[in-house]
């Protein structure tokens, strides 16, 4: 009979230490959870005041970023081009 309460003992112990690690685990997810929910406000706020390129310029930039690109477009045009001509 000493044996079986000693066993019992044990398991109690053990059953103790598991409650606190999951207790312990639980409140980490709770922890977590918080700090997920802040960050997702954060990244929400971050994308509001977010802007795409063309609309921080103004009009006339973007003409002219837009004659660039296309003289860019041109340049590749030209060089493709004569380079089929060569092979």
């Known amino acids: 009979m000493n044996q079986l309460a000693q066993q019992s003992e044990r398991f109690k112990e053990l059953l103790e230490i598991i409650t606190q690690e999951v ?38 930039e973007r003409l002219a970023m837009r004659q660039h690109i296309q003289g860019l477009i041109r340049k590749i ?3 493709i081009g004569s380079n089929d001509e060569v092979n």
């Open 23 to 60: 207790d312990g685990l639980k409140q980490e997810i709770r922890e977590l959870k918080r700090e997920n929910s802040k960050l997702k406000t954060k990244l929400e706020e971050a994308r509001d005041k977010q802007t795409d390129i063309f609309s921080a310029i103004n009009e006339s």
């Open 77 to 79: 045009d030209n060089h």
